[in-house]
């Protein structure tokens, strides 16, 4: 006689069950949390802050945490816009130039036109939207490939700030309350990343807009004829995205002092995807984590920041940190599919 | 929302699952540690030492730890931060770094950006504090993004020097490294621009050509060539064009195919003088429109010695990787005696008279082999031309 917490699903039919055994309220929990598509993801995370702790006092030291929460913040920010735009199964290339060009009109606005900081920001973040907004039109609207869209407004906006800065670097140096408030704190950055890595896993995990999203990821068509406005949930998230880029890029080039309009975005951008990646989020969309894409980004600061401490070259810096993600990628990957092929569909999320 | 109770399954399912998960740890549990044990084989030693060199610069580290030179002392740390870690210009810079520290029973550690961002090298820069490093060293890119990381690094009591690159004059007051080692950037510029005046005339065109406009380890060369052309009545005019050596080609080529009348190509970093090169040998402009370049990357020697360029500068990587090892040394060993001092890495103009010995043969301080070797002694024309005689 089978316990009455004992439910055979359809999939198992056939396979003789096993006799029910007892597992307790705590036993439960602990399985839903190793069931979990982040759990691959937060023992790698833990398995490498040991390593680093141990190879090196000094990763454990305050002043190592604040280093690596600063390289962290951008990542973590980008890396779960990408969970959204992943999720709903669109890309964008691009936000690393937003990142990266963005804070540019922030800029102007304040030190050429006397906006103050809050409204020039502003301005900078619903420039940034709007820039998504084109994003998401093209590819809606003229189902161009979001990959292509935005490798060509990447390269657009790349030549526009080129243009609008005439290839100079500018200083950006706040003073008082509000420069602490964005970005010369030392915790500054860290706190408004968490602020919108928040915004984004209430968007995609609590809120009906985030099924719309996984719909939209999982099953267009299906989703388009349940009633889901695909077109619009993919345009939104292509704002979403860009507005944050914004909005760190900002308080990451505060905290610095510099904007370079010579800097490479692409770098920062891959680095988000591969956070969001081997955090859980499927490349071909309708499934995502935006915890997963927090926890990967800590991975990657770790092993940004543990390889330095630890006296890594930057030659051997490349190799390790390539080959580091894919075994984070593969143990990952690997999970995963153990879960999906014992559990089925239905997976914790 | 989705429910999120999960489907009670049959538990042998489970237990096969959880398996699967352990070894899954497991083998991330046993991985990382390999990983950095492979990490720490491939970081002992500079990467591009030949396996001779290893063994040569482990005894050597060994002998001098135990104190044949000086008294016994730990294995200090340097940091080089730097802003192109890739670039092929700084490896002579790393083979001073790796030289000194097998003479002084150190260590040091390259990292940085690839790619000039400085985010990056402030990222590089604070980690390295955190770690307790012995002395840092940075290129000064940027007048006020290293300003906090050095102040930091200073109170934890760890010296900052400059290399390659320095703060300018508006931040200079701010920015407490305890000296440059380099070329002086403008001084350069304003040498070249005097060597250009004999080749063009008075309303002549000649381009300003530039990697990365406004970076600080190349801008001042513009601009010290600027404050002499553009007196002397020249058409002097900045253009960028690129940090990668392929962007630059293109650039340099656009650039001359839209502006005929050009008479001087003047490139500030060595990729932008490649490109020059190119530039001038492909449309056979030779004679017609002079060029130059900067560093001593073989294509650009070669393109000195055939006559596609009228001149390179030699700033003499390989000390801007040895002098700052050396004074962080004698700093740390002498309690603070011994201070790090500016130092002129040298501004040598290289031309079709004088670029023989570059090409002879490859040389280590020049980057262009690993081994040590013993070069001829200088000639006494090469003596006199350093000394200032003809």
Redesign the interface.
């Known amino acids: 006689m089978s316990s009455p917490?004992?439910?055979?699903?359809e999939a198992?039919v056939g396979?003789t069950?096993?006799p029910p055994?007892t597992t307790g309220p705590g036993g439960q929990r602990l399985?839903?949390l190793?069931?979990r598509r982040e759990?691959?993801i937060f023992?790698?995370a833990v398995?490498?802050f040991i390593?680093f702790a141990i190879?090196?006092p000094?990763f454990i030291?305050y002043?190592?945490f604040?280093?690596l929460t600063?390289?962290l913040a951008p990542i973590a920010v980008i890396g779960c816009a990408e969970v959204l735009l992943l999720t709903s199964g669109e890309v964008d290339l691009s936000l690393g130039t937003v990142f990266i060009a963005f804070p540019f009109i922030t800029y102007f606005l304040w030190a050429n036109h006397g906006f103050s900081i809050g409204l020039a920001t502003a301005v900078g973040v619903i420039g940034a939207a709007i820039f998504g907004l084109v994003n998401g039109l093209i590819t809606t609207m003229f189902s161009v490939p979001s990959f292509v869209t935005t490798l060509g407004t990447l390269f657009a906006l790349d030549g526009a700030m080129?243009l609008l800065s005439?290839?100079?670097?500018e200083?950006m140096?706040l003073t008082g309350t509000g420069g602490n408030i964005l970005g010369n704190w030392s915790w500054a950055e860290i706190l408004w990343a968490g602020a919108a890595v928040l915004l984004m896993y209430v968007v995609l995990h609590?809120v009906?807009f985030g099924?719309h999203i996984?719909a939209t990821g999982g099953n267009l068509l299906g989703a388009a004829e349940a009633g889901v406005p695909t077109r619009r949930v993919k345009i939104y998230c292509f704002m979403l995205a860009a507005a944050l880029a914004a909005l760190i890029g900002v308080i990451?080039s505060v905290r610095?002092?510099?904007l370079?309009p010579?800097?490479?975005g692409t770098?920062v951008m891959f680095y988000g995807i591969s956070a969001a990646v081997i955090g859980g989020t499927s490349l071909s969309g309708g499934r995502g984590t935006v915890i997963g894409g927090a926890l990967g980004a800590i991975v990657l600061a770790f092993l940004?920041?543990g390889?330095?401490?630890?006296?890594?070259?930057?030659?051997?810096?490349?190799?390790?940190l390539g080959?580091?993600i894919l075994?984070a990628m593969i143990?990952n990957v690997?999970?995963h599919r153990?879960?999906m092929s014992?559990?089925?569909r239905?997976?914790?999320? | 929302m989705p429910n999120s109770e999960p489907v009670e399954v049959d538990p042998r399912s489970w237990e096969g699952s959880r398996r699967r998960f352990l070894r899954n740890a497991g083998v991330a549990a046993l991985g990382i540690p390999m990983l950095g044990g492979l990490v720490e084989t491939l970081s002992e030693v500079p990467a591009d030492a030949s396996t001779r060199d290893r063994a040569r610069l482990t005894k050597t580290n060994d002998i001098l730890a135990q104190g044949s030179v000086f008294a016994s002392h730990p294995t200090y740390t340097f940091n080089f931060v730097n802003h192109v870690t890739t670039n092929p210009f700084f490896v002579p810079t790393q083979y001073g770094a790796a030289d000194a520290c097998a003479l002084f029973g150190c260590k040091y550690q390259w990292t940085g950006s690839s790619t000039s961002v400085v985010a990056e090298m402030v990222t590089a820069m604070n980690t390295a504090t955190a770690a307790g490093v012995n002395g840092i060293s940075v290129p000064v890119i940027d007048p006020t993004a290293f300003i906090k990381p050095t102040n930091s690094a200073l109170d934890a009591g760890i010296p900052v020097l400059a290399y390659n690159a320095n703060p300018p004059a508006s931040t200079a007051s701010q920015n407490h490294q305890l000296c440059y080692i380099g070329q002086d950037l403008f001084q350069a510029g304003v040498e070249a621009g005097n060597r250009i005046l004999p080749l063009v005339s008075k309303g002549d065109l000649v381009a300003g050509l530039i990697a990365t406009p406004g970076s600080l380890n190349i801008q001042p060369r513009i601009d010290g060539a600027s404050s002499v052309l553009k007196p002397a009545g020249i058409d002097f005019v900045e253009q960028g064009t690129g940090a990668l050596l392929s962007q630059e080609s293109t650039a340099v080529e656009a650039y001359y195919l839209g502006h005929k009348d050009v008479k001087f190509m003047y490139a500030v970093d060595d990729g932008t003088g490649e490109a020059v090169a190119t530039t001038i040998t492909k449309h056979g402009l030779a004679g017609k429109v002079f060029g130059s370049g900067w560093d001593i990357a073989v294509p650009e020697l070669k393109a000195v010695q055939s006559g596609a360029l009228a001149f390179s500068i030699d700033q003499q990587a390989y000390l801007q990787g040895f002098l700052p090892v050396m004074y962080l040394f004698l700093f740390t060993i002498t309690g603070g005696l011994m201070r790090p001092s500016d130092t002129d890495t040298g501004l040598y103009f290289i031309t079709k008279d004088n670029v023989g010995p570059y090409l002879a043969a490859p040389s280590r301080v020049e980057g262009s082999t690993t081994a040590q070797t013993v070069l001829p002694k200088p000639t006494t024309a090469i003596i006199k031309a350093d000394a200032g005689l003809s």
């Open positions: 917490a004992l439910q055979v699903p198992s396979v069950p096993a055994t399985r839903r190793i069931e759990a691959a023992l790698v398995l490498l390593y190879k090196s000094a030291s002043a190592n604040v280093t600063q390289f080129l005439n290839g100079t670097q200083t140096t609590r009906r099924n996984t990451d610095i002092t510099t370079d010579g800097n490479d770098l940004y920041d390889l330095n401490i630890t006296g890594v070259s930057a030659y051997t810096f490349q190799l390790v080959i580091a075994v143990a690997q999970l153990a879960a014992r559990f089925g239905r997976v914790t999320s």
